[in-house]
């Protein structure tokens, strides 16, 4: 941190890189009065980004520098846990810092190289040439450091490294949508076992010929919420369904829906608001689910959502499920309307399970996935097979473009 608060000096004999060595012996051996005009000619730089991003940049290294001071306190240090909270802000800001004096240090090493080659314009050639190489070198590094520190500056989402429940439910096609919905199931499994995720049935709804009328399936692992909060919406389905005999083409769909795991302190559920019953479950599993009443039949009265959870094989374990799964529509719904009321304007989808928005189409004639929020087409077969990452990041990416021309807005 120390090294982090030492200023930078703007002369060309202190800094390290960048101009080459035959230029700074040029630069070196012209009169001292020349010198001292060009440098004095650049201690005020103007700055080449936007002044949202320096107003942003000079807040966060303030602030950085406030903490920094607060962490020498005698009284802090002594106080473990606010100690411990000073130094994970300060730890946070550390890269933006560092980052953004590198690029102070490089914008003022830019302006004065183009002051220097305006003094030697009319010279040597090949002192020309070198200049401008270093003018150049330095633009890309000053436009790559920029870019880091927009990314940077951008808000976290706090959902991004939490655990999903993932639905998946058959829309507008009748036993072939329950068919794609059973396609869509298997695609995001293949999906988290290439991501090294975990994933477990939370409740489930067959239809017929082994479709689902409904799914659902928690997701356990690294950073789940943030790579498939961009799956919440519809999807389409274009081909000749098993139960077609003339061999036309149908159209189907599935909804997709992201919710975040909730805790119990993030959303409170009052036990008269909800009214349970059981049953038998029935199916594969044996004397106990065909003869004890282990099924849950869940129905939350204020929303009306109602949840039938059979996965477990006791009573107690599918009321949990049954319970997690409530906790984690609530939440969803919460989240929604906090989205809907900040952030209207918005085009991307971003973790609120809408189903209002087709976004994407899956054609097995042509053995393509169209993504219309991308306007991006994918190979259907490997997509179908888990390979959806490619579409997650160019989803990641708009995100972030879009984030970003908020922020701007946000300053303007």
């Not at 988290?192 to 009328?213: A, D, H, L, T």
């Not at 959502?305 to 409530?326: D, G, H, M, S, V």
Request: net charge neutral; with cysteine; glycine share 6%.
């Amino acid at each position: 941190m120390e090294t982090l608060l030492t200023g930078f000096t703007p002369t060309l004999s202190s800094r390290q890189c960048n101009l080459s060595s035959e230029t700074r012996n040029a630069f070196m051996r012209a009169p001292v009065c020349v010198r001292q005009r060009r440098r004095s000619r650049t201690r005020r730089v103007v700055c080449m980004a936007e002044p949202y991003l320096i107003a942003k940049l000079d807040s966060a290294e303030k602030t950085w520098k406030e903490l920094s001071v607060k962490l020498a306190d005698p009284d802090v240090v002594s106080n473990q846990t606010e100690y411990q909270k000073l130094a994970q802000s300060v730890s946070e800001l550390d890269e933006v810092v560092t980052i953004y004096r590198q690029f102070k240090d490089c914008e003022k090493q830019l302006e004065e190289a183009k002051e220097l080659a305006k003094e030697d314009g009319g010279g040597d050639p090949d002192m020309v040439e070198m200049i401008q190489l270093e003018i150049d070198t330095l633009t890309d590094q000053l436009n790559e450091l920029e870019g880091k520190l927009k990314l940077l500056l951008l808000p976290t989402d706090p959902l991004d490294s939490r655990n999903i429940l993932l639905e998946v439910r058959a829309g507008t096609g009748g036993e072939e949508a329950g068919l794609w919905a059973r396609d869509l199931v298997k695609m995001y499994q293949k999906y988290c076992e290439i991501s090294s995720w975990r994933f477990s049935p939370i409740s489930s709804s067959e239809g017929e010929r082994g479709g689902y009328k409904a799914y659902v399936m928690e997701v356990k692992g690294k950073r789940v919420y943030s790579k498939l909060k961009f799956e919440a919406g519809v999807h389409r389905v274009q081909r000749v369904p098993q139960t077609e005999t003339q061999g036309r083409v149908h159209t189907s769909t599935a909804t997709v829906a992201i919710m975040p795991e909730a805790d119990e302190i993030d959303v409170e559920i009052d036990p008269k608001d909800i009214e349970l019953t059981t049953a038998r479950s029935g199916g594969a599993g044996g004397q106990n689910v065909n003869k004890v009443e282990t099924a849950v039949d869940l129905v939350h009265k204020p929303t009306g959502i109602r949840i039938f959870c059979t996965e477990e094989r006791t009573q107690l374990r599918n009321k949990e499920r049954a319970l997690q799964l409530l906790r984690a529509k609530l939440y969803e719904i919460k989240v929604r309307e906090q989205q809907e009321a900040l952030r209207s304007q918005r085009r991307l989808q971003v973790g609120t399970g809408s189903r209002t928005e087709k976004i994407r189409t899956y054609n097995f004639k042509d053995n393509r996935v169209t993504d219309h929020r991308l306007k991006m087409n994918f190979e259907l077969t490997n997509f179908l097979a888990g390979a959806i990452e490619t579409a997650v990041q160019a989803c990641s990416a708009m995100e972030e473009k879009e984030r970003l021309e908020e922020l701007a807005e946000s300053i303007a």
